[in-house]
């Protein structure tokens, strides 16, 4: 078992590392002023080689630096462990009972054929809101969950 949470432990930090070097690089920040700025603004022990080691996933992360880097690069803490534990892809809709339920009812009801294009033409519904709204404000608004 603990084999397995070591394998777990070991992704979750891979894709901790490569959201750090994304976001830092999309905010044109070098390796090296990074480590600096995290370790005059939040007094952490971190030099260009760490961060390096962080961004491929080579490190098994301190809370500190965590929350640091987060909080330096803007990260809501929240929805990045919830974007870090979350299944992703084809295992999501195995383990969502109701999107696979509703892919299957979709599935049944239209056919095979028809169900791929209309999921086609819901992502392609999605990329237009992406382009439109960047922060979500016109997208459409969640239904209430009934009590």
Known sequence: M???????????MERFGQDVKL??????????????????S???????SYLSRIES?????KLKHFLAIADYLELD???LIASLTAPSGVEYLGED???????????AELGQKEALNTLHRF???LEKYDKKSPGGADRPTERKKRV
């Open 77 to 79: 803490v929240a929805q």
């Open 97 to 107: 009972p109701y999107v696979f339920r509703s892919l299957l009812r979709l599935k």
């Open 23 to 40: 976001y830092r690089e999309s905010r044109g920040l070098r390796m090296t002023d990074a480590a600096n700025d995290l370790r005059k």
């Open 57 to 61: 996933g080579q490190v098994d992360l």
């Open 123 to 125: 992502f392609e519904l």
């Open 42 to 48: 939040y007094g952490i022990k971190i030099d260009q």
């Open 2 to 12: 603990a084999q397995g949470y070591d394998k777990h432990l070991l992704s979750l």
